[in-house]
């Protein structure tokens, strides 16, 4: 299976709780860099993260811990132990995006740095409701047929307040791009991203 959606990824109330806190919290956030190197690049990704945000970041991960053994298995994973997870909060306003990319490290220093490979991706949309931004499809590619171009075997999906998708880390996936009118900042497509870790083999 190329993902799983989860619905109702958290309690109705801890859902309206996290988004009230990211929508009231725009000063906390900072440019989103790519990887885990020090440089921010806009040509390949524009998007605000916080990566300290408990209790929310402790709910979030609690809860994907409870799901990783459905997830092993219905992505078809060799099963794994998880030793641990890496968690961000981000909001994408309007003109955000991130172009196709893996989320699987390809340098030791990164895996280092984390303390594990990421396996698991699991992103998890919060907004306001109605949808006050356009845009902002999660585009995974699963290249199911090699003999057609990419986009022809692309999956798009809308991100849906309270649901989760998840994938393997190496599926190249992006963000498409985000168009928000309002240019207020609690209407943005805002997600957690968590990655579930395997410890770094020797």
């Known amino acids: 299976m190329t993902h799983c959606l989860i619905e109702q990824f958290l309690h109705p109330r ?16 900072e440019e989103a860099k790519v990887g885990s190197g020090e440089g921010v690049s806009s040509s390949a990704r524009v998007s605000r993260r916080l990566t300290e945000f408990d209790p929310f970041k402790e709910y979030v991960e609690r809860r994907v811990g409870q799901l990783v053994p459905s997830l092993i298995g219905r992505l078809g994973l060799t099963p794994f132990t998880p030793t641990g997870f890496e968690t961000e909060l981000v909001a994408h306003t309007d ?21 594990g490979d990421r396996l698991i991706s699991v992103v998890a949309y919060f907004h306001r409701q109605p949808r006050r931004f356009e845009g902002g499809a999660l585009r995974l590619y699963p290249q199911i047929d090699p003999t057609k171009p990419p986009n022809d075997c692309a999956i798009d999906l809308v991100p849906e307040h309270n649901t989760a998708v ?34 770094t083999r020797v």
Do not use: M
């Open 95 to 115: 003109g955000a995006f991130y172009k196709r990319h893996i989320d699987l490290f390809t340098s030791p220093h990164n895996r280092n740095a984390v303390g």
């Open 166 to 199: 998840a994938f393997s880390s190496w599926l190249p996936h992006e963000v498409q791009p985000v168009a928000c009118r309002t240019g207020q900042f609690g209407d943005a497509r805002f997600a957690v991203n968590c990655w579930v870790l395997r410890g």
């Open 14 to 29: 801890d859902a309206a709780d996290l988004l009230e806190f990211a929508s009231t919290h725009e000063s906390l956030f």
